[in-house]
Structure formats: C-alpha cells, structure tokens
C-alpha cells in the first residue's frame, strides 16, 4: 500500500482533520506503544499500520 492510499483511507474513515490528530496523538497498542506517525517514521509498512489502525478502529470493511 502507498503512504498517499494509506492517507486517503484515513481521511475517508476519520475525516481529514482529525485522521492527522490521530495519526499524531493516539498511542496504540498495536503499534507497539507508537503513534501512526512514529510507526512510519520508524519504517513499518503502510499496510501493517493501516490493519493496526483497522483492528484498533470499527474501520468498515470496505475501507480494509
């Protein structure tokens, strides 16, 4: 998955605003203690945090 797919899908399921906020401010488990921002910054695949986010998230299936 591209970073500019990733995003759009964000965007799509959280709104443009406030995918960024979460991307920035929401520590998740299942990214090992790190923000989507920090996971990607420490180079995990936008896939592998896309389905973090997914399965933190009630993400709907046409979005995963």
Do not use: I, Q
């Amino acid at each position: 998955m591209r970073l500019t797919e990733f995003w759009e899908r964000m965007a799509e399921h959280f709104g443009a605003t406030y995918a960024d906020s979460f991307a920035r401010d929401h520590v998740m488990s299942e990214l090992g203690g790190r923000t989507v921002y920090e996971a990607l910054d420490a180079g995990w695949d936008a896939k592998d945090v896309w389905r973090a986010v997914c399965a933190a998230n009630d993400v709907p299936r046409h979005l995963r």
